[in-house]
C-alpha cells in the first residue's frame, strides 16, 4: 500500500516535477463528481438581452397513429406483423410434421387455409391495436427479450419457412 502511495504522490495530477513513464497511466486519487441531472442556461454575452427564449424541444418524438403510417412500407406494422405470423406458421408446420408426418403442402390442402386467415387476423390486429395507440415494441424492450430481437427472429422464421416449402418441394416429401 505505501508503494502505491508513493507512486500516486508522484503523479501529475499531485503537481510535483519527479516524473517516470508510469505515472502518465495513473488516475489522480480524487475525482470530482458532477450531477448529471443539473440544468444549465448558456446564454452569449455578445447578443442583447430582448432576445426571444429559447425554444424547447420535446424529449420523445411524437409517433404517428395514423393507419396509413402504421402499415406504411417503411413503417413499424408489416415486419413486425409478417415475422410474428411466420415465428407462428414455422413453429405450427414443424409441429405437424413430427406430429403427423404431413409436408407443408399436405398440411395447407387439408385444411390449413381456415387456419392461416384466422392465425393471420387474430395477430395482425394484436399487433396493430398497441401501434393505433401509439405505443411502440422499442418502448417495451427489456433485458434479453428486445424489439431487435422480435424483429431478427422474425427475419429467420421467414426465410426457414420459405426455405421448408423449398426443400420439401425439391425433396417431394416432409422434411422432418
Known amino acids: ?35 448529471r441531472n443539473a440544468n444549465f442556461r448558456v446564454s452569449s454575452t455578445a447578443e442583447s438581452s430582448s432576445a426571444a427564449p429559447p425554444k424547447s424541444f420535446p424529449l420523445k418524438p411524437k409517433v404517428s397513429t395514423d393507419f396509413g403510417d402504421i402499415l406504411a412500407f417503411s413503417g413499424p406494422g408489416p415486419e413486425r406483423i409478417n415475422g410474428r405470423l411466420a415465428m407462428i406458421g414455422f413453429v405450427a408446420a414443424i409441429g405437424v410434421e413430427l406430429a403427423n408426418g404431413q409436408d407443408l403442402f399436405a398440411q395447407i390442402q387439408s385444411g390449413g387455409i381456415p387456419w392461416f386467415i384466422g392465425t393471420s387476423v387474430l395477430l395482425s390486429a394484436a399487433s396493430l391495436i398497441p401501434l393505433l395507440k401509439g405505443v411502440r415494441a422499442e418502448s417495451k424492450s427489456n433485458g434479453v427479450m428486445t424489439s431487435d430481437a422480435e424483429l431478427w427472429n422474425g427475419r429467420f422464421a421467414m426465410l426457414g419457412l420459405v426455405a421448408l416449402a423449398f426443400t420439401e418441394y425439391v425433396k417431394g416429401g416432409a422434411l422432418v
Open 1 to 35: 500500500m505505501a508503494a502505491v502511495s508513493s507512486v500516486m504522490s508522484l503523479s501529475p495530477a499531485t503537481g510535483l516535477s519527479k516524473k517516470s513513464s508510469l505515472n502518465q497511466f495513473l488516475v489522480p486519487s480524487y475525482v470530482p463528481t458532477l450531477n
